[in-house]
């Protein structure tokens, strides 16, 4: 039974700088920023911080929704966002200058000039009430303006929080030049596999108006964690392809799951045939395991995954036609052959739960064909 939700909006889905109503698993780090932010706010000084951690971990959410829920929310101060990413210092100065003035109402004379920009800028930074400033996507085309800003919030008493990759961090605040003026810093983690599915979770509730199976948002958080270091990024790049379908009312099949996480698995066409032939010459029982486990999900197209019990009587039926003996150990042992292999995957939520990345069409074919092979030369 469908449910429609009249609230799920796919914005959060499209829009890069979408800010859910919680944020979800970054209580300790939201804690530590609001804490030094509230300090310097009591005590009347700037206070300069770092965010960084992995691309697509979620920095930019998290130092938005510090700008935009609990700021607002805590302290009576203007907020003022930039995403620097690919736009020139002019460009991100202009931003900064046109930002401000909007903020204090005050009238803006064009200008194109770095130097008139930045002067502009201070001369209205430093009349207004206290700001706390976000630039994102420091790199090192613009770390020059983080650095000026930095300096300049220590003057007027204003806060900037420096958002940055872990790669650019470590280029930026380890190199010998360095002219990151920081007071602190956040590293942000990455999540674990349950934190993951809850972010997941929310995003299809946000977002999806007929939801999603349990099962389609498990495999979306077991793919990405197995092939992506958890990156959130690549779980709701995941969705965004699932929207469109699920939208017209197709059912979300294991296929389309794979075929939305198709980028980060490196599982590109590989010649499978080649891999199972080599793991399984002479091998008819990880053969047999093979077919029983990609017969069925084959023919059961929304299920993602299957479990051992199941498997286990699938194999058993199987033995049971052709005549042969299989203990339990013997289908424990194949399975893992074919774990180890990276044929057969194991879901983070329960060793129980199997999954498949080639289309279990294709293991199916291949796993017949060297079946009968195998028989063939016997
Ligand atoms: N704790 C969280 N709760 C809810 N959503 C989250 C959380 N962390 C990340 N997300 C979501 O994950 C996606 C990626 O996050 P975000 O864009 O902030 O990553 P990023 O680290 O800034 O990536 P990039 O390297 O591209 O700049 C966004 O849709 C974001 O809303
Ligand atoms: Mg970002």
Known sequence: MNMMRPRASPRGLFDPYYVPDRLLHRDRDLRLLSGVYRDSYESDYGINCLVHGISGVGMTVFSRYFLTK??????????????????????????????????????????????????????????????????????????EVYAKLARLSKEIKASTIGVLNSHDYRLLTKGAATHMSYDFEVALDTYTQSQLYDIVRQRVQDTFPFGLTEEVIRYVTDIVLEFDAGRPKSSIEALKALWPLAQSGREVTSDLVRAATAGITTFADEDYTDIIETISMNDFMTLLVLEALSEHLSRHKTETYIDRPTLNELITIKCEELGVRATQEDIERSLQTLVFQSIVFESGYSRDLLYVLVPPEILYDAAVTMRRELLRRR
């Not at 907020?79 to 991100?92: G, L, N, P, R, W």
């Not at 903020?103 to 770095?114: G, K, Q, S």
Request: aromatic share 8%; net charge negative; charged share 30%.
């Open 70 to 143: 609990l700021v607002p929310a805590q302290f009576d101060a203007h907020t003022i966002y930039v995403d620097a990413k690919m736009k020139s210092c002019t460009e991100i100065v202009s931003e900064l200058t046109d930002k401000i003035h909007r903020l204090a109402h005050r009238p803006i004379t064009v200008a194109f000039d770095l130097d008139v920009l930045w002067m502009q800028f201070k001369r209205a930074a430093r009349a207004t009430k206290r700001t706390v400033f976000v630039l994102d996507n420091i790199d090192e085309t613009n770390e």
